[in-house]
């Protein structure tokens, strides 16, 4: 059975978010999507060309997986662009995230943003950065685990005030 914990972005520093994704991938974490946002389209358009050239040997492809929002309920599930989550992919994403894997920065004309981690196909991970909260599913077991590994989360999505 898979239980959700919400986490809230401000409760973890850069290096704990990174760490949570590394304990994520140690249970299966295999896959990951990313948004590219941006005020300008073209400058959304070179930041994704460069991410992709850089991504290209650890692209899956694209299948339909669940996201963390969408236009309509509908579109929730959508044809989806995938890599695969190896050690050098991490790399890449704590580079255009120095932040940590919550970070949202619009500053810079072009940013990335709302990475998801799929275990199996499925979302395991879910960050929704410009609301500043995350969803993690996890077994009962992972858990405790989770909680013994010093990870904050929560029952559910805690008001902010």
């Known amino acids: 059975m898979s239980l959700k914990r919400y986490l809230v972005p401000s409760e973890y520093s850069a290096t704990d978010s990174w ?13 990951f999507t990313i948004d590219c946002h941006s005020i300008d389209t073209s400058a959304a358009d070179i930041l994704w060309e460069r991410f992709q050239k850089t991504m290209r040997p650890r692209a899956v492809g694209k299948s339909v997986r669940e996201r963390m929002s969408g236009r309509t309920a509908d579109d929730l599930r959508r044809p989806t662009d995938l890599w695969s989550l190896d050690d ?54 992972e858990s405790g685990e989770l909680a013994a590994a010093g990870f904050t989360s929560h029952d559910s999505l805690p008001r902010i005030s």
């Open 19 to 31: 760490r949570l994704v590394e304990w994520c991938k140690s249970l299966g974490a295999d896959e």
């Open 88 to 141: 050098s992919a991490l790399d890449f994403l704590k580079s255009v995230l120095p932040e940590g894997v919550f970070q949202y920065d619009p500053r810079g004309g072009a940013w990335f943003e709302d990475p998801i981690f799929y275990r199996g196909g499925e979302l395991m991970l879910g960050v929704l950065s410009h609301e500043a909260f995350a969803v993690l599913r996890v077994t009962d077991r």
